[in-house]
């Protein structure tokens, strides 16, 4: 999903540097200080999950667990998800330092929207908790890939074929982000649910 470095255009790159920015201040302005434990041991699973990448193009494939943040942090997420991007860029050469906010605004955003319209969905049956857990997954996924896709194809419309082919090739992940997502949040309503209701 980390889309590499001397590919995208000025625009776009402050584009996403400017979201990425704004949500993060968000993040951390509704970030309770009692959560930052959370938040930590969250940002460090996103970082380990995404180690393991397929390289397709200019980007690269891989499980990001964005639904499942979303759902435990709300706009957490975003800070939570930019400093495991920064830390695989300072120490992987994963993306990049100039695509940081691209590659933010890419995975968290997707994760905050998931968050916030799933959340609600955690309340009720358990068939409803399943199905909120895997669309959350699914739907982050769907989202970061439509939005990669878009940053490539805003960039040059030359990337439209390689856009295409990065929808395609996330298509699996997709629904192994859903299950993996549906059975860590069902898990967690088990033993802890109270990181979910909050």
Same mark, same amino acid.
């Given at each position: #999903? !980390?889309?590499?470095? *001397?590919?995208?255009?000025?625009?776009?790159? /402050? *584009? =996403?540097?400017? @979201?990425?920015?704004?949500?993060?201040?968000?993040?951390?302005?509704?970030?309770?200080?009692?959560?930052? #434990? /959370?938040?930590? @041991?969250?940002?460090? /699973?996103?970082?380990v999950a995404s180690l393991?990448h397929v390289p397709i193009?200019?980007?690269?494939? !891989?499980?990001?667990?964005? *639904?499942?943040?979303?759902?435990?942090?709300?706009? =957490?997420?975003?800070?939570?998800?930019?400093?495991?991007? *920064?830390?695989?860029?300072?120490?992987?050469?994963?993306?990049?330092?100039?695509?940081?906010?691209?590659?933010?605004? %890419?995975?968290?955003?997707?994760?905050?929207?998931?968050?916030?319209? +799933?959340?609600? @969905? +955690?309340?009720?049956?358990?068939?409803? %908790?399943?199905?909120?857990?895997? @669309?959350?997954?699914?739907?982050?996924?769907?989202?970061?890939?439509?939005?990669?896709?878009?940053?490539?194809?805003?960039?040059?419309?030359g990337f439209l074929n390689?856009?295409? +082919?990065?929808?395609?090739? !996330?298509?699996?992940?997709?629904? %192994?982000?859903?299950?993996?997502?549906?059975?860590?949040?069902?898990?967690?309503?088990?033993?802890?649910?109270?990181?979910?209701?909050?």
């Open positions: #999903m !980390h889309i590499s470095e *001397g590919i995208l255009n000025a625009p776009v790159l /402050t *584009g =996403g540097a400017i @979201l990425t920015v704004v949500g993060t201040g968000i993040g951390l302005k509704k970030l309770d200080y009692d959560r930052i #434990m /959370t938040v930590a @041991l969250l940002s460090a /699973t996103f970082f393991i193009g200019p980007g690269s494939i !891989h499980l990001l667990l964005g *639904g499942l943040l979303g759902l435990i942090l709300g706009w =957490g997420a975003f800070p939570a998800i930019v400093v495991a991007l *920064g830390l695989q860029t300072i120490f992987f050469q994963y993306g990049g330092m100039l695509v940081l906010g691209v590659n933010g605004c %890419i995975i968290a955003g997707p994760a905050v929207l998931c968050g916030i319209i +799933l959340k609600p @969905l +955690l309340k009720g049956s358990k068939k409803q %908790i399943l199905l909120a857990g895997f @669309l959350a997954g699914f739907c982050s996924m769907f989202l970061s890939a439509l939005l990669m896709a878009g940053a490539l194809f805003l960039s040059d419309a390689v856009a295409a +082919l990065v929808l395609a090739a !996330h298509l699996p992940v997709m629904l %192994i982000e859903g299950v993996i997502t549906m059975f860590s949040v069902s898990f967690l309503m088990r033993v802890q649910p109270e990181l979910l209701s909050r």
